[in-house]
């Protein structure tokens, strides 16, 4: 059974940073990405940034500039490192993986609030 903790969420003053953490463990095998989403209240959960297994990186227009994430493939963990942020960065984040050959899966941890005070 494959488990995602997230960690490091918080409230923060717009202009500040958090960088939250995401550690995987279980059985995980042929991974292909590791991603962050996010949902504000009352909207859809959206992607703000994910990175394969090769390193590329794609951001939401959203985030570009002011977040990068990384990852640590010995410790299957993806990192988001959050700077400028914005009132409407408040969001509750999940960390997603996907995995599997031949057929994908997609796993979530349970959410870290994010929250940026004005």
């Known amino acids: 059974q494959v488990q995602l903790v997230e960690s490091g969420g918080g409230l923060v003053q717009s202009g500040g940073s958090l960088r939250l953490s995401c550690a995987a463990s279980g059985r995980i095998f042929s991974i292909k990405a590791m991603s962050w989403y996010r949902q504000a209240p009352g909207k859809q959960r959206e992607l703000a940034a994910t990175?394969?297994?090769?390193?590329?990186?794609n951001y939401a227009d959203s985030v570009k500039g002011r977040f990068t994430i990384s990852r640590d493939n010995a410790k299957t963990a993806v990192y988001l490192q959050m700077n400028s942020l914005k009132p409407e960065d408040t969001a509750v984040y999940y960390c997603n993986l996907e995995a599997g050959w031949p057929r994908v899966y997609y796993y979530w941890g349970q959410g870290t609030q994010v929250t940026v005070s004005s």
């Open positions: 990175i394969t297994t090769g390193g590329d990186t």
